[in-house]
Structures are given as structure tokens and as C-alpha cells.
């Protein structure tokens, strides 16, 4: 047996690669045209994101990195998959919402990839095409509580009840829409609608009650697979626990590294703060984060995506005057995996294995990406060599996104991506993304019965 790479004095021993897959894990005797020495270095699985926007569309905005820039700053941040949650169909139309997803999708990609479906209305031809698409490899499909076509109620606990039949995890953005509209709409009485109330607009109640009721709609279906999308409070932190110890157990939930690292401070230091600070949710406390990161480190919270959803300022200064003009989101696809390892693992938050499972084996369990998320014989070959020591800062304006911003250029790191693998082979490397569009596969998902 020869190998195509070798990694020598990883905490896995050697890690052998040969073609597009792990080939062997341990003590590996053979030598290899490329060896590596990671000593010193961590090599970790390639980071899996199941939360990005790189090819929105809401209204007259879309995103303005695209799947190109997107996924190219996906793989020099050392995430070498994304889950995509896909843009609504204006006609609603759950499977033109899909056909059209593919499309934009298509050759764009230079990682790998998934797409989330998504449930606008609980119709009849949902009804059909959520089975069928679970069995040609979709059995993520995302539900909005909010936005202008929010599912609650008895149509939620409808959706649940169909995704546990056809095997399918359901992803819910938890905002209370009827919470929401009040809040905004003491605000506007109020004339404040400078983008510094964006955050008063979206109160952490909203989360939590919504919180309570999709677990219970989930609960009511049968203990339904559901998955919480970017948790941001305590508040709803409370709500997951509370529902799992009255003995719901089909519950994953995510965050996010801007409800870790910043809050809610950032909104009152101006109008360009404010505005590239502007997401849904939006940033909260500072206990709130303290919670997360507890929430982390007790296994409360399962996995950490981005919800990257990368605008250009001149689209955020649509908002200038007014909150409501603002296409909410901020890019953070580039940044997650440097920031969880600095932040997270350099400052003893959680342990180096805690992230290894947070950024890529959890997220990639769940959502069916088999061969990903770990190394072990057999699993694509996609790699990470990091290097925990070099003190580091992202530049703003950064990077290989298409935002001209990064909402962390300020805060000092310790850790940088060095060298990234996708199945492997080398896409990133001395501060290049070395990857072109169309080398990223799409890749049908598989959930295990057991969660
Ligand atoms: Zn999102």
C-alpha cells in the first residue's frame, strides 16, 4: 500500500491519505510521496458550516458574495462543507425553491456542499415533495417562525409530523412573529428607527416563547427531529433545557460565534457599527454569551455554524435612517473555525475535542454527511492544519469573501489556518485559496435512524 500524504505526530498518531479518502489512522509504517509533520500543529477534521447564505435572495437584495467568494472564504477559514439554507421561491413553491437552488449552486462551488429545503407553506405539494426528496439525499428542510411566511401552530406541528414520517430533521428559525410586530411596532410609534434599535426591535423573549413552542410542536408530533437554528439567548438556552428534561431527546441545537464573541454594545457605536451589526437575531448581552459558552461547554448546545449572510455596506446603508430597510446578516463563514480555536479552545472555554465535535463531527452527524467531520479510515480526506500558536488578526478589509468587512477585525487571535485538504487535495495554502469553482461536490445527505 502507498499513500498519496502522510501526517506525522498528529494526536490521531499518522494519518494516511490516499486519493480522496483517509486511508489509514494510528501508526502508519509505509511512507508516503508527501509527508507532513504536524507536531507542534493540530490537525483537525475539515470544519463542517450547516448554517450559510451564500446564495440569498430576500427581495431586492442577494447576497453579495455568491457561491464563488462564499465557498472560497469557507475553505481558507478551514470549512471544507456547508450546509446551504436556501432562498424562498416567490411563488412559494417548496420544490421550485429547490430546483432554483441548484441552480445557482451548480459549478459555483469550491467546497463541498448541501442544500437545506425550505417550507414556506404546509400545502399538498410540501406534503409530496418532502418524502421524496429525503429519498434522493435532502432530509434537512428549514421553517421560518418570522419573515413573511412564518409556520406555527398546527401547520408547524403539521410539517413535523410529515418530516418524522419521511425520516427528515426540520431546522426552525425561533423569533415569536406576533412578539416581534408588537415590539417593532411600539418602536415605530416611537419614531426610533435609527439603526441602533435594531436590536430593541428583535427582544429575547421573541426567541424564547418561540423556543417553547416549536419544541412542544415537535414534542406533540411524535418527539420529532427537530434542530434549533442560531441560538442567541440564555432565555432559550433555558427553554431546550427545560424540554429535555421532560424527556424530549430528538433535539440539536446551534450558535453561532457572533452571539459568543460580540453583543448588543456594538449597536450604540454608530450607524456603520450598528448597520454591520445588524442580523436576525441580533447581538445580545453579555450574559447571554457567558450562557452559550457554558451551554457549550456542558453539552447543552451541539454545534456552532454561521449563519453567514454576507452584504456590502451599500446595501446595509439602505438602512441608514431606518432599521427596516436593512437586509439583515453579516459574513462569518471565513472567520468561525479561527475564532472558536482561539477564543473557545486557546482561552479554556471549551476543550480542543468539545470543538473538533462542535464545528465538525455533531453538525455532520445530523445532518447526514457521512464520510465528513472526522478522521477515520474511510472518511473523505478533508483536513485541516492549524496552528494553534501564531497570534494572528483578520484584516478588514478582509479576506476571500465578498463582504468588505469582518465584524472581528479588531480582536486579537491566537491560532491561524495554515493548510487546507479537500478530499485530498490541497485548496488552501500561504494565504491562498488554491480551490476553483465546480471543484466543490454537492453531496446527498443520509440520516442514521438513530439521531
Ligand atoms: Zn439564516
Known sequence: MTYDLIFRNTAYGDVAVSGEKIAAVGEVNENAALEIDAAGKWLLPGGVDVHTHLGLTVGENSTCDGWEKGSAASLAGGTTTVIEHISFDPAGSCRAALRQAFVNASGRSCCDYGLHAVAQRVDEELLRTLPAA???????????????????????EE???AAKEAGAVVCVHCEDDELLRAARFKLEVQGRLSPEYHAAARPAYCEARSVREVLAAAHRAGDAAVHVVHLSTAAGLHEIRHAREGGQTNITVETCPQYLLLDESLYRRGTDQALRASMSPPLRTPDDAFALWQGLARGDIDMIATDHCAFSLSQKEQGWNDFRFT???APGVEERLTLILSEGVNRGRITLQQAVDLLSANPARRFGLTHKGRIEPGCDADLVLFDPAALSRFPSPPLHGGAAYSLYSLLPLQGRVEKVWLRGRAVFDKGEVLAHPGQGKYVERYLRSDP
Open 159 to 161: 410539517l413535523f409530523r
Open 327 to 329: 437586509p439583515n446578516g
Open 134 to 156: 429525503v429519498r434522493e439525499g435532502i432530509p434537512s428542510w428549514k421553517a421560518y417562525t418570522t419573515y413573511s411566511d412564518p409556520i406555527f401552530g398546527e401547520a408547524l
